[in-house]
Antibody
Framework: EVQLVQSGAEVKKPGESLKISCKGS????????IGWVRQMPGKGPEWMGI????????RYSPSFQGQVTISADTSISTAHLQWSSLKASDSAIYFC???????????WGQGTLVTVSS | QSALTQPASVSGSPGQSITISCTGT?????????VSWYQQHPGKAPKLMIY???NRPSGVSNRFSGSKSGNTASLTISGLQAEDEADYYC???????????FGTGTKVTVL
């Protein structure tokens, strides 16, 4: 059974760093793109970027380029999303998804709630 | 990259059919057959309903269908059921960022 399991909720202060994770199982982790999506409270989802774990090819949405870093560790079948200096505006739920056949993302993690507050 | 345009809300009675539109440009919806549709219930992860304009993943009801004409893609839900009440988002590959862009979202209400 394909599963993406994300790390738990985080509460951080502005300026702190953070790395959240998305662990894939039940499929070949290196053969499928993983995408990250931000969803702010009461708003629609926004694509942040995608990574192909097989060769670490990574693409960022212009809005998120330079603001976050997406990486993958194939030894533990896990993708990461990280910030070096959080802002209050980074407070949101972050979802990871797996690209399946075609250009659709067919499996999703349960989401990680990030709260940034002083 | 601007979000694709969807109607804010669509409603219908049980058993009826409804259609949600998703309008983009020739750089995204119109230029590629890479439109997907996602259903999202409050507090839950998106669920893929349609990929590559008109393909249904296994397990998705055949009451859901997708199509495209020019720069506008559409999702049709036939035989509307109470469980279909949710937010729906289109998504398309875009050559502007060589990534994807979501639509503004449509809240479907079953009357």
């Amino acid at each position: 059974e394909v599963q993406l399991v994300q790390s738990g909720a985080e509460v951080k202060k502005p300026g702190e760093s953070l790395k959240i994770s998305c662990k894939g199982s039940g499929y070949s982790f290196t053969s499928h793109w993983i995408g990250w999506v931000r969803q702010m409270p009461g708003k629609g989802p926004e694509w942040m970027g995608i990574i192909y774990p097989g060769d670490s090819d990574t693409r960022y949405s212009p809005s998120f380029q330079g603001q976050v870093t997406i990486s993958a560790d194939t030894s533990i079948s896990t993708a990461h999303l990280q910030w070096s200096s959080l802002k209050a505006s980074d407070s949101a739920i972050y979802f990871c998804g797996r690209k399946g056949r075609g250009e659709g993302f067919d499996y999703w993690g349960q989401g990680t709630l990030v709260t940034v507050s002083s | 990259q601007s979000a694709l345009t969807q109607p804010a809300s669509v409603s219908g009675s049980p058993g009826q059919s409804i259609t949600i539109s998703c309008t983009g440009t020739s750089s995204d919806v119109g230029g590629y057959n890479y439109v997907s549709w996602y259903q999202q219930h409050p507090g839950k992860a998106p669920k893929l309903m349609i990929y590559d304009v008109s393909n249904r993943p296994s397990g998705v009801s055949n009451r859901f269908s997708g199509s495209k004409s020019g720069n506008t893609a559409s999702l049709t839900i036939s035989g509307l059921q109470a469980e279909d009440e949710a937010d729906y988002y289109c998504s398309s590959y875009t050559s502007i960022s060589t990534l994807y862009v979501f639509g503004t979202g449509t809240k479907v209400t079953v009357l």
